[in-house]
């Protein structure tokens, strides 16, 4: 049986506009299971418990932030963890797509869900016979925002003729820190683009143009 997961992560929230937090990003990570990744799998939990980090979660922000598990790590330290994660998000037989919303577009929540709903479907749509070529389409999505998860669960029964969905935890799919990890990118170059990286990002990723040759230039070749 032909299998497509689809795994869904996100940054920003659906409460109101703030200068701080202009962007809500929503990532897919699609994954043909016939594309085997317990390699890469097994690749990244070695390389991660070499760093003192084993059965971890990647968690990209607090990462850049140096909150959580990460407060005592130092910038290289810290980028070499990301670095692994990235690392393993490109060699994987996957790909994805993001949905980015500039909050201030929209004068209330009810404008941005229907947007998002909208782009969407319109993806799905665009691209039916990718998707119809599946006899199983599953949905991991850990229903961090009921917005979200309501928006998500109503487009694909309106755009597929069929769907699961599964509700996951960080701990049990690798791809679903990838999704966490695109999420974080597509923030990344947006603040760079626009000149507002925090002095935390600087001393992780340096420079635009550092960011673009290290990580932005090879995540691309993965957008579906």
Not at 137 to 144: K, R, S
């Amino acid at each position: 049986m032909k299998e497509l997961s689809i795994f869904v992560d996100e940054s920003g929230d659906f409460g109101e506009y703030s200068a701080h937090a202009p962007y809500y990003i929503v990532a897919m990570v699609l994954h043909d299971q016939a594309n085997d990744i317990t390699t890469e799998i097994a690749k990244l939990n070695r390389e991660l418990k070499n760093l003192g980090y084993e059965n971890h979660v990647v968690h990209t922000e607090p990462l850049i932030r140096r909150e959580e598990d990460y407060r005592n790590l130092s910038p290289n330290e810290r980028r070499s963890i990301f670095t692994k994660l990235y690392y393993f998000t490109t060699k994987c037989q996957i790909q994805y797509k993001t949905f980015i919303f500039q909050k201030k577009d929209f004068e209330n929540v009810f404008k941005l869900e229907g947007r998002m709903a909208r782009e969407i479907s319109g993806f799905i749509r665009e691209n039916l016979t990718y998707f119809q070529g599946f006899e199983k389409v599953i949905l991991y999505y850990d229903n961090g925002q009921h917005e979200l998860n309501r928006i998500l669960n109503t487009v694909l029964a309106s755009e597929l003729a069929d769907y699961d969905v599964r509700k996951v935890l960080p701990c049990d799919y690798k791809l679903f820190q990838a999704a966490d990890l695109i999420c974080t990118l597509e923030l990344l170059r947006l603040k760079a683009e626009s000149g507002s990286l925090t002095r935390s990002e600087k001393l992780i990723f340096h420079t635009k143009r550092d960011l673009k040759k290290d990580f932005l230039k090879g995540i691309l070749k993965k957008e579906f």
